[in-house]
């Protein structure tokens, strides 16, 4: 991967160009410090500070640590050279899924950077035999039983959930994801698989996803780990965490959910009300609940033109504000 292309492919979708990734030959080796004389044994290629992809990789780390910057500091950065066997079938294993769901998904796979938080053992088991556990041990399975990981933007989430090892040093992978179409998952909520076929991960909150949420049976399919970054943070994490940014979401209201859907159909594809459409139907028929049917609805059309539809008719219809409710839907 030459080095003009990291920027593209970490702040874009993935494309099919940069699919080729982590050839070894980019990689910068110097002389091995004790303590990573392990990684280096285990295939794993040290970047030198100063090597551009050295740098780039640093410098998302350090954008999405929020308050946590200042308090970080990079020990190493390190890339996996996909050298043994049966490395180089897991990313010819992610190349084959990430084109299956491009031609699922009308030619997007919805690609992602993610970072993992895990520890220096994790690292060498995630690296030599792929993922091999149902969520992060530390997140109470809020969002179902998955494996979360974190926006690329947001790597202080995933260094809350590492762990520190005995020389003071916490570990943080990051990976390309296969997201496909993804589904709000609700907090507490016990789902371990896609609602349905048409649903590929979830997420905690689809306008400003927090969490990516892969369920265990995609993980080792649609999860590539490509960087380690070895790091300093505090011992005690505990009120570092990043509060969610506020997020305008459509309450409970009254309006028709016929006269929603012909607004949306202004502004959405004919292939997307159709999906609104079957779902309204299901809810119709008892198939789903109410609460499905909005979190589809969302997952479609997005909070931010929902709003601003139900925003402009709220001036044409005394009774209504912002929101949807189905259940005054079926007249």
């Known amino acids: 991967m030459e080095h003009k292309e990291i920027g593209d492919s ?5 494309s099919e160009r940069d699919l080729s990734v982590s050839d070894s030959e980019s990689g910068v080796c110097g ?9 280096e044994k285990n295939g794993l290629i040290r970047l030198e500070e100063g090597d551009k992809e050295h740098d780039f990789i640093k410098n998302k780390f350090m954008l999405g640590l929020g308050p946590l910057e200042r308090h970080t500091t990079v020990v190493t950065v390190h890339k996996n050279s996909f050298s043994s066997f049966h490395r180089k079938a897991r990313l010819q294993s992610f190349k084959i899924f990430s084109e299956a769901m491009s031609r699922k998904c009308n030619g997007n796979a919805n690609i992602k950077y993610a970072w993992y938080g895990t520890s220096r053992d994790g690292v ?13 041990p530390d997140n109470n399975r809020l969002h179902g039983c ?20 005995k020389s003071g040093l916490r570990y943080l992978l990051l990976c390309r994801v296969i997201l496909g179409n993804m589904e709000e998952i609700l907090p507490g909520s016990g789902q371990f698989h896609p609602s349905s076929e048409d649903f590929d991960s979830g997420v905690d909150n689809l306008p ?4 990516y949420i892969i369920w265990s049976t995609h993980m080792n399919s649609h999860i590539l780990p490509e ?4 790091f300093r943070a505090p011992p005690c994490l505990k009120g570092f965490q990043r509060t969610q940014e506020h997020v305008v979401k459509p309450t409970s209201a009254w309006m028709p959910f016929r006269t929603l859907i012909s607004v949306l159909s202004r502004f959405l594809a ?8 079957k779902y309204h139907n299901d809810y119709r028929e008892k198939k789903i609940t109410r609460q499905h049917l909005i979190q589809r609805v969302r997952q ?23 929101g949807i409710s189905p259940s005054s839907s079926s007249k």
């Open 270 to 277: 004919p292939s997307s009300i159709a999906f609104i459409e």
């Open 146 to 165: 998955g494996l979360d990981l974190s926006p690329e933007n947001s790597s202080i989430e995933s260094v809350i959930a590492s762990d520190l090892d």
């Open 10 to 14: 970490m702040s874009e979708t993935t």
């Open 300 to 322: 479609i059309a997005g909070d931010e033109l929902l709003v601003s539809v139900i925003k402009s008719c709220k001036g044409k219809q005394s009774k209504a504000t912002m």
């Open 124 to 136: 060498h088991r995630i690296i030599s035999h792929g993922f091999g556990q149902c969520g992060n």
């Open 208 to 211: 400003a996803p927090r969490r």
């Open 31 to 39: 002389s091995t410090a004790p303590e990573f004389e392990s990684f």
């Open 227 to 230: 960087y380690i970054i070895s």
